[in-house]
Each structure stands twice: as C-alpha cells, then as structure tokens.
C-alpha cells in the first residue's frame, strides 16, 4: 500500500534531516528513509558497551549554521550545547602547552614558551578571524555558476564580488591562504614547534594531506569559521552526544509533519524519463515521489542507487573521479579512571587538578615533523606508526556518557588510508588499536591499564557501519577541486544532478563535510524554488 | 660616478633581456653583473680540462618567440640544435621513449591513447587561455581601469569559450596534484613519470602535492607544442645564448661592467637614487632594476629597515628555498640507458614512477639528502662536438630534491649528492661509474655561493600556487615594481616565472616604459 509524498529523502544523517525539516516546515509532505537503526549517520551516540555511550564518529560540533539552529528551534527540541574548554598539547620533554579559552590565559601560557610567538598569536587570531568572516557567507550561498551569463547568476556572482571587495586587501590574504600550506603559513608566523604542530594540525583532518601540502592552510582556517553562542572557534559537545543534535533536528522536523523511517534501506532511485519518480527500498516496496533527495555520498548515488543507463558518459567520468580517499580512524574507550599525564604530574597538577586541563580536547601534535612523518607513512598505504590525535572525553561534559566514575573517550586518529599497501583492515585493525594506546601511554603512563573496552573505527569500518564510501569523513576530500561550484563535480555544484528532480543534500554538496547542516538546508532551498 | 636613465643589477638571462628591450626604446642603460660573465645560470664553463658544459639548465625550446625575433638572436649568433624526446630508462627493464605531438605521438600506449588526448587538449586549452596573461604584464585588478578590466574579462571569456565542461574542467585542474590530474587518465607509470618530471623540476612539490599539475601548463605554456617537445639545444651550450643576449644588448648600446658586485640598493627614504659597488664606486640613476632574487634584492641589497612592518613580513614569508643539485659528468664513453644512441638527444628522465619521485621527496622536508634522488638528465655532447674532446661525452643531471643550507644547514652534502647521483646513473646505465673521467657537483649551497641567489633557488622564487599571478613574487606586488619607488625586480622570480621564457624581463620593460609615461 504506497502512500505518495512530495518528496523523499535518502539517508537520516544531519544533513538529510535538516533538508526534510526545512521541506517540511515549507508544508510539504516528506518521508526520509535511514538505512541503519538509529538516525544520525557520522554524527551518532551509541551505547556500544552498557552504561558507556560513545560518540562513534563525529565528537565535536563547531560549525552548525546557527541560522539552522534557529529556524529549526532545535533548543525548543533539546538541544544543549556543552562547551568544550581549551586544548592541551602534551610533549615528549614532559612539558606541555596549553591553550585556554580565555585568551588572557592562553597568553601567559605561550609566553612561557616564546614571547615573540604569544605577541603573533594574537594578531594571527585575528587575521584568520577576519578571513574566515570574508568566507563565512560562502558556506550559507548557493554557488553561483561561474560561466553562466543568466541576470540572476550574474546577479549572484556580483552580490558575492562585492562581499569579498568589502574586504580590500585582505583579498590578496585570502588567495595566499586558499593554495599555500599550512606548515609555511605557520613557520612564517610562529617559532614555538608545539604551537605550530598543534595549530597545523586542524589543516589535515579528514584530509589526506600533510601540513606541507599546499591547501592545508585552507582546511585550518574552516576550523576557524565555527562559532557556538556567537564565540569564534568555540567548540561544543551537545548534551548525550552527538546524537543530541541529531535528535533535536529529528523532533523538529517531526514536529512539522515530516515521517522517518529507520531500517529502511533505499536499493534504488526510480527514474522515468530522465526524471526521478520514486525510490524502491532493498525489500522490494516501492514509494513515489515527484522529487528525491539523496544525503548518501555521490559514489554511492550515482553508482549504486541509480542505474548506469539514465547517466552520460562524461557524468559518469566525472563520479568516477571524485576524490574520496578514506584518510581518518576513530579509536573509541571506555575508562576505569582518567589518564594521568605526565606532563601535569611535572607541573604538581594531579586528580581533581588536572580535570580542567583535560576538559577540553588533548592533541596529540608535537610539531610539524610529527604531523608530516605520519602523512608520509599513510601516502604509501601504512596506518602512521605515530598518528596525530584529537581526543576528547566527553564523560567529563557531560557525566551521563558514563557510569559513575568511569569514562569514556574519543580519539579521533590520523592517518589511516582506506587502501592499505599490504594486508587488510581486518587483519591490521588490532595493530592499529595498538598504534593508538601505545601512542596516548608514552604521555600518559597509567593509560593502558585505565582501559575497559575498545571499539576501533578503521576507514573500512566507517564504510560498512556507517555506510561512508572508502569511510572519508567528509563524503569527499576538501580540496580545492572539489568546493564551491566545483563540488561534487564540475557543472552540478548548485545540488541537482543530471536526473531532473533528483537533488543531492549531503556532505558530498557544497560546502562539504562536519556537521554544519548547510548542505541540507540549500538543497531544500533549491527544492522549494523549484517546486513552486 | 655615471648617469644613466636605468640601472640594472646583476645582468643573468631576464636581466638583458630587459635591458635590450629598454635600449631598444631609447634609454641609456647600464648593466652591473658581479661575476666576469654575464648570463648568471644561463651560461657554458669549462667545469673538466677540455670538457665544457651549461652551468645549470640545459635547453631553450621555452624561449619565447617574441623575445627571439625582438632581439634578433639569431643575428647575433644564437644557434639552436634540435634534440629528441623524452627517454624513461628503468633499470633492467627496456627504456621507454615519448616525443613528437598531436596524432605523431610517440610512446604513448594504446590503453592510454584517449586519456593522453583528453589531458594533451586540456593542457593547450589552459596555455592558450593563460598565454596572453604571460606574455604581458597582469592587468591592473586594483585600479580597476577599464582596459585592465577589460583584459580580465578577456581572459574569462576565452576560459569560458572553452566551454562548458571543459572550462570547468581547466578550473578543476589547476589547484590539483600532478600525480591526480595523471591517475585520472594514464594508466601506464613511465608515460606519468615523463610528464611530471617536468612540472615538479626546480619546485619544492612532490607528484601528490596540490598545485603541482600548475606546473604541467607552466613547462608547457601556450607557445610549445604538445606534451613532449623536442629538447632545443644551444650550439656551445646556454652560454651561446647568453652571448647572444649580450651582442644584442651590447649593439643597441646597452654598457656593461662585470667582475664588480653591487654592495647596496641606495635610497632617500623609499625612493631608491643609485647604487653602492663592492669597490665603493657609485652609480645614480632614477630607475634601479635588479635581476637578483626578489629576497635578497628587498631584504638584503636594498634597506630594509625603511620597508613598513607588514612589507617586511610578507617579504620575509616569500619562500626560495633550493631543491636542485646540478652534477655534471665528463665521460669516456657515451652512457647507453638500455637505448638506441640517437634516443638520447633529448631529455632523460631517472625516476620511472610516481612513487619513486615522491619517495625522493620526502627527505628534503626533513633537510636532508635522498638516498634515491630522481633526475633529469642531458647528453648535450650528442649533438653538439664543440663541448668535449674527440670521443669524449658531457652528462649533466638535474637532481631533484636536494636541500640548501636553510634545510641542511652547515652541513656540507656536495659528496653524498655526487654519490647517490652516481648511484643512480650505475642503476640505469651499468658500467657508468668506471666511465667517469671527472664530475662536479654543485648542491643550493655552490648556486648560492656563485650566483648570489637566495638558498639557491633556480626560479629564484618557488613555483607553487601561492606563488604565481598576482602573488608572485608576494601578494600585490605583480607588476616588477617593489615597495621602494623607482625599484624594480625582472628575474625569474616574478611573473610568469615560467621557466626560461625571457617573458619577466620583457613584461618589466613594459612597466618600466609605462611607468615612465605617467
Ligand atoms: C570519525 C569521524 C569524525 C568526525 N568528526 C567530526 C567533528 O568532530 N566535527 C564535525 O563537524 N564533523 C566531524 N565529522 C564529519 C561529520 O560527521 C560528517 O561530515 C557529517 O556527519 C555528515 O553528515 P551527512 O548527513 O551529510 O551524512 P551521513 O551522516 O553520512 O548521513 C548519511 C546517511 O545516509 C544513510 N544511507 C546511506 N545509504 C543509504 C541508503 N541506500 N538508503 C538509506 N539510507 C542510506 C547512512 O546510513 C547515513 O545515516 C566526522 C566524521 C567522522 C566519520
Ligand atoms: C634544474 C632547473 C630547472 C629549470 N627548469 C627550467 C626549465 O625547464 N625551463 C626553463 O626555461 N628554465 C628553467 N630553469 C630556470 C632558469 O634557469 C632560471 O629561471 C633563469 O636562468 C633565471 O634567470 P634570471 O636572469 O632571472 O636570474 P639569474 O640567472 O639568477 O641571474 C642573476 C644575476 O645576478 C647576478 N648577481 C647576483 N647578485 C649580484 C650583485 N649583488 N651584484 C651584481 N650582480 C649580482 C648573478 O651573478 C647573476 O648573473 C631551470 C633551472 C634549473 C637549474
């Protein structure tokens, strides 16, 4: 019995959600269909061992439009934010740098470390503040076409023209910062080595790239664009997890008379005439809809769910060639106690003392040599024997994700390539826990034995739970290439595809990857203004 | 004590090109070079008793055709001498062997046909839209004169012309890796390893870099056809070139002193009145030109202490950082790279796979020498008889990516360079080591010490993305001019900075005579 809908959405991660919501609250009829479970995709919490909830992939949100947050009332649907304060750099000599959310604090802390590098700390701060405030508006525009000469493009083209004139000559800034890399941006600004690699370090996530790649500047200062309570690179953990966001969007979208289905795995999207009509689910049940919207990554639309024979030849070339290398692992605990970490222990901060210092993430980031020597292992196709980590543990922010006195932890870990030169991920996973806990035990000694569970995410992990094709992150490498008007593949940057009614709303749409909600929402923009 | 209209310091390759086109529209020039030779890298010595040799690169098939017939080079005694192709050695493995261009190509494999195409068109379609954007100076984007404007919209509309997708397609490509623009549509590895041994020569960028395949359209601009151009040889090495230049400049009345260097960059402020000499002579003029790097032009010859705080940094931020060592051989015998003799004309790429030229790249970030260096390699003896004695050969190897003293510092690595050259040409070419009559090695450090050039740099400023167009050599200062009025900069290291093209010395002429007219 197929009840009809005006439209259907693939996949009930954040970004397919927020599309049905918006839809939705706009009076349309939506049904969103979830392959897994449980809603959320990468942004998820799950009670993986009793009473320890883990948040499996993703673990911080920074970047949510608060547009989105707003329209959707998500606080009406309990969403909490959490702030997470600072970020702790553990070093190999037993000292440690510490950056605090007060900047007063950070300062003091960096001159211990260099005075020169605590002056240019603040004025880079506001450099990147500045530039990430010229491409904030990038992240909630539709990108224009750059060739198409239609009034409204042009129109579109010059709205966005005269936002980056606005900026003047940080224009130049800009260009610098979108192509160089992020270790020659840093070694030009900063001679602290800890400073460098733990700032270099928010270049290469979910990126295979080290800090000498050119690009890499660009990934550093997306982290720069995130802003909680209007506060620039404040970082949040919502209440229960990550999937406290994704619940708060669910109930929302609910609320305006959207239907989810979890276990529901689309197998295919109907087409008729060039046009999709439909989508029929992996038990055979067919349901119609006059638009589809698919959150799945571009590889997995247009090479699984659509048949080959709707696409052209130079689409398919161009799906073909969509970079998305897996890059990225996650290494999950539970814990009988928190890490004591040398570094603390040498400055007489202990227990309760200590909990300020690890409340915020711990980066495992020595210098830029660190960085780049496990980039330089992972190009060819080796898990990096010393990977970069960002760890958080979220029982500290919120006590419900553990039983009492315990905890659980996040590490999310680099690099990992989802093609490995010799074995498989099967056999090289445990290695690959090892690498991790051995790596965390050099600055924290008591660690090994705090620990009671472990789940590892290795990229071939994240493809089957999660479904994320060759598990990257980010359902497409961040590139150059591959943003804006250029994202997924050239000429489809504005969330249609070459199969009329059919949209794509996920993290493979620009802007991307993180949980952002942006790609959901302008693709239900542009369903609505068609759909009038 | 001399008046002239302008003044050039150091007189290498762009230097008098630059100068020639000044003379040639009347200005009084006066040309001080350091060394007793002009040229700078472009040059021929005698490195072995009766064995000569280029002192760094090795061909001239980039110059550009204007700056050819402008200066009437042939004239003046430029002799050219047509080479081959690109042959790829692979140790025991037979040798692969590319030239020729659209349906004469050779080496390419069947399976890689339609993709070689596919890349050969989008790589002339981006040297054609960039060509006019080379071949004079970029349009003015912050006075946003109309021409100017103009010239920008242009340049979009032949991007756009292009169509769609292929415009795109050329948008696509330029921020990409080497290594990804090649996956995408050659399967075969020496076909990948001769192409992108040319974009990555001289940069500090490795196949998987981002921005690295801007170095596919840069070696192969507008004015080369295709994709393996026949190595253009200069009879009696580059310094046939150089003497070339020089006549040419020398006729329309260009004066040059050599053998004394220019000490100081002397200014009034910001407004730069002449130069110091080594020996305390001094010279005034209204217009200063320096040849030499943009770095040690701005930081070190000119005074620095007069640049504004975010002048100062954002030069400082420009990065020369040296990454070739050139080792030249004098033989006994001619080398035979698993190849026919007459294969070896051309250019010799050692390095036949991408991941061999990124596992030599790895060290350099680290300052240190790669035990397995890739080259590019030259047998200039094989057409030219001039350089050696009856019987005896010249080989030259590029080596790529060595470190200068800003990566290794004091340490000296002239011997483990020369070694680990000699290894790699005993792997391609057996019994090459006991033809060696006499070798000699010059690492960043030596291209510093002789030619005054920051790290040793041999464009002076690294190609890379950041570096190019408008932000070569730094952010805003594309047009020869530099923060000190009156100062220009026409070497390599400004735009287009596309190898040796003599376009940065000609498109600085046509600032300077612009200039001079408002
Ligand atoms: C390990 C890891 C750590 C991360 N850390 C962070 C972080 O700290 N901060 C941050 O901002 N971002 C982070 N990210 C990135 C961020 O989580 C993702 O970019 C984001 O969650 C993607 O959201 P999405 O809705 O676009 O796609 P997904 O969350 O991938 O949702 C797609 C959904 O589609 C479903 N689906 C797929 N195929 C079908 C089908 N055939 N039928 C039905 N349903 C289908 C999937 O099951 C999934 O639920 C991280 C990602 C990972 C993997
Ligand atoms: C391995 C390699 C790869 C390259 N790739 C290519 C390529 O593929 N194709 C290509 O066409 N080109 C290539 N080049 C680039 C080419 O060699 C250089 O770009 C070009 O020679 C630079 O010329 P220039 O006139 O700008 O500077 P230079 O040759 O450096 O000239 C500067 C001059 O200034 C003089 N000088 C310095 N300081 C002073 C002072 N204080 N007082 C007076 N005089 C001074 C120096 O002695 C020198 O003569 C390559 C070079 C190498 C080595």
Redesign the pocket.
Known sequence: MARSYDAII?????????CAAYLARAGKSVLV????D???????TEEIYPGFKY??????????RPQIISDLNLPKFGLELLPLDGTMTPMPNGDHLMRWHDSADTRLELMRHSAKDAEAYEEFGRLMHHLAMTIRPMLSTIPPDPFSLSPSNIADLARLGGKFAERGEHLYDLAKLMTMSSADLLEQWFETPVLQGTLGASGI??TFLGPRSPGSAYVMMHHYM?EIDGQFRA?GLPRGG?SGVVNAIADSARYHGAEIRTD????EILIKNGRATG?V??DGEEIKAPMVA????PK??FQ??VDQSHLEEDFKASIDRFKIRGS???VNLSLDALPEFDCLANIGVVGKDAVPYLSGAISISPDLEYLERAYDDAKYGNFSRHPYM?IVIPSLIDPSMAPAGKHVMSC?VQYAPYDLAKGTWDDQREAFGDAVVNTIAQYAPNFKSTILHRQI?TPLD?ERR???TN?????GELSLEQLFFLRPVPGYGRFGTPVKDLYL?????HP??????A??KLAADIMLEASL | MSKHDVIFVGGGFNALVCASYLARAGKSVLILEQRERVGGLVGTEEFAPGFRASVCFQSAELLHPTVLSDLELDRYGLRLLSGGGTLVPDGDRESRYFAGSGTGIEGILDADRAGFRELASLIEATGKALEPLMTSPLPDIERRGLGDLIELLKAGWRLRKLGDPKGLEVMRMIPMSVKDVLDERISDDATRAALAGPALLGSWLAPRSPGSALGLVYQRPGWIDGLFPGVAHVKGGMGGLAEALEESAVAQGVEIRKGNGVQKIESAGTRVTGVKMCDGDEHTAPTIISGVDPRTTLLDLADASELDPELAFATRGIRSRGSVAIVRYALDSLPTFGSASEKLTGRIQLGADLDTLERAFDPIKYGKVPESPWAEVYLPTTVDRTLAPEGKHVLTAWVQSIPGPMGCGETDIADEVREATTRLLETHSPGFSNSIIHSHVRTPREIERDFGITDGCVYHVEPAMDQMLYLRPMPGWYAYRTPFRGLYLCGAGNHPGSGLSGLAGKNCARQVLSDGKR
């Open positions: 693939i996949g009930g991660g954040h970004n397919g959600l927020v269909l979830e392959r897994r449980i809603l959320g995709g990468a942004t998820v948040t499996v992939c993703s673990y911080v949100v920074s970047l949510l996530i979910g995130g970082w990550m529901a795995p689309v197998s989508v689910l992996e698919s959150s799945a990554d997995i639309t699984k769910l990225s692992g996650k960002d999310f995410m994240l999660i479904g994320l598990g990257n992150i980010f359902h709303c996920g993290s493979g749409a991307g990857g993180g949980v952002m909600g790609p959901g």
